[in-house]
């Protein structure tokens, strides 16, 4: 199962164990401490992984799994580079997650015409470590969340709003993806989310049969 970064809760990850499932948990700024302490960890294998005598003086730990996928088309090229490592035992807190087994590194690059771009992501899995695994539980979820974010974008101009006042962020990114979800699951106007919601602007009886204002 993965989740994404709000979704990142040590009780979620343990209530999934529970059930007999395996976890791939986004890490960003909502686990701050433990997002800057993977991402220390993957900074040093990577410097480790360019200076192999000093890895070895370190006696580092084995060195991690690694998986790399390209694909192109239609003048875009995009290609990822999945690292998968052992959680190592000095890893803060790392007995407050259940089953912690393995943290995860997503090198995304994105090629579209002359402009290319480059990214990085964390994750934190109860899976033994294995890259090729790892990419395909990450590459899933970064699928589903990219097409969120560009419906959120298109459709309510997300990327333009200047909300930036104490929890106001937040509030309204929630507000948006519950929109979203309510837009989704009404079937009986065949268009487009963004046509949805102009319609739920003006539209009385749309609003009603959406549920979202009582008759």
């Known amino acids: ?6 979704g990142t809760q040590k009780e979620i990850a343990e209530l999934i164990c529970e059930k007999g499932a395996d976890y791939v948990l986004a890490l960003k700024d909502n686990q701050p401490n433990l997002w800057a302490e993977v991402g220390g960890i993957f900074e040093a294998e990577s410097a480790a992984q360019k200076e192999e005598q000093k890895l070895k003086k370190q006696n580092s730990a084995k060195a991690a799994d690694i998986y790399e996928t390209s694909e192109s088309g239609h003048g875009r090229k995009d290609s990822r580079r999945v690292y998968s490592l052992e959680a190592l035992e000095w890893l803060r807190n790392k007995e407050q997650w259940s089953r912690l087994r393995s943290l995860i590194m997503v090198e995304a690059t994105i090629g579209l015409n002359d402009q290319v771009s480059a990214e990085r992501r964390y994750y934190i899995s109860s899976l033994a470590p294995d890259a090729k695994q790892a990419a395909e539980a990450a590459r899933g979820h970064w699928g589903i969340e990219n097409t969120s974010h560009w419906i959120l974008d298109v459709a309510f101009r997300e990327d333009d709003s200047r909300v930036r006042v104490g929890n106001a962020p937040e509030n309204m990114a929630l507000v948006r993806k519950l929109t979203h979800n309510l837009l989704q699951q ?17 539209d009385r009886s749309y609003l009603l049969k959406m549920g979202v204002i009582s008759p």
């Open 186 to 202: 009404e079937t009986t106007l065949k268009r487009g989310i963004k046509t949805k919601r102009l319609k739920a602007g003006w």
């Open 1 to 6: 199962m993965t989740i994404d970064a709000m």
